[in-house]
């Protein structure tokens, strides 16, 4: 009784000892300079690694389930990026974001962001190892929050990081435009959309982010509106990757989108000049 209830716990232990390790990061950033920071980061990986493959084989040896069922093989593909691609996305941009901004004041949010959606998703990918259909389907969400969140983090980063480097803006562009391809194509693999109309909404995506880049360019916008503008493009992606699969997608839909995207910038535009 005392292992199975220990087991209900790890998504949370696991969650907890994470985020611990990642306030550490904080630390060892400060005192022990960046080559330790790096090296603490892979060994905290190795945790996560550990986390999501004990998860995988204990639930799996408690329902007598060696191998994936019928339905998981046939959406092996969003399998993986679920069960090991998203957490990675997640541990290196909190990585990546730590590294680029080490201010302290900036600490607490970083604990509850890592907090929070590790625990969210571990629960996640325990539900579905043990079919707990319901649950799984109401911690799914997850995955989008993850994406969103990973692209503010990783899009400040490259700002950051290219600017210390003192690379061409335009190298800042070409660089996130890599990140929403990557993040955009691993939602549409999750939604099942690796096809013409997920590739017309990527594509889209882009157009959208490209233009808006180059329109920045005309203006002094600091690092923080850039990645909140390249967050909203992916997160209205996203929300239009959601109608789309639950078939309310629409031209009015679109527009709204457009109109409080439009607005959205004006606002970061006018408050810059």
């Known amino acids: ?121 571990f629960l996640n990918i325990k539900a579905y190892y043990e079919n707990k259909y319901k649950l799984e389907h109401k911690t799914a969400n997850v995955y989008d929050v993850i994406s969103i969140a990973s692209v503010f983090m990783l899009s400040f980063s490259i700002f950051v990081v290219t600017a210390l480097l003192d690379e061409l803006y335009i190298v800042t562009g070409l660089l996130n435009t890599a990140l929403l391809i990557i993040l955009g194509y691993l939602t549409l693999a999750r939604y099942h959309l690796i096809n013409k109309q997920g590739g017309i909404l990527l594509f889209a995506m882009l157009m959208v982010y490209i233009n808006t880049f180059l329109a920045l360019l005309n203006f002094e916008i600091s690092i923080v509106a850039h990645a909140i503008l390249t967050t909203f493009v992916y997160y209205y992606f996203t929300a239009i990757v959601n109608h789309h699969e639950e078939k309310s997608l629409d031209l009015k839909v679109i527009i709204e989108y457009l109109a409080v995207f439009v607005l959205i910038f004006v606002i970061i535009i006018l408050g810059h000049i």
């Open 1 to 121: 009784m005392k292992t199975l209830v220990q087991y209900t716990k790890r998504p949370y232990i696991y969650a907890v000892l994470i985020t611990i390790g990642v306030m550490a990061l904080y630390s060892i950033l400060h005192t022990s300079g960046t080559s330790s920071y790096f090296i603490a980061s892979i060994s905290l990986y190795t945790l996560l690694l550990f986390e999501l493959y004990s998860t995988k084989f204990y639930a799996t040896t408690m329902d007598d389930q060696l191998e994936l069922t019928a339905k998981n093989k046939k959406h092996r593909k969003a399998h993986w990026v679920h069960h090991l691609i998203m957490p990675t996305v997640l541990f290196v941009s909190i990585v990546l974001f730590i590294f680029s901004n080490s201010q302290l004041n900036l600490a607490f949010v970083i604990a509850l962001i890592s907090l929070v959606l590790f625990s969210i998703l």
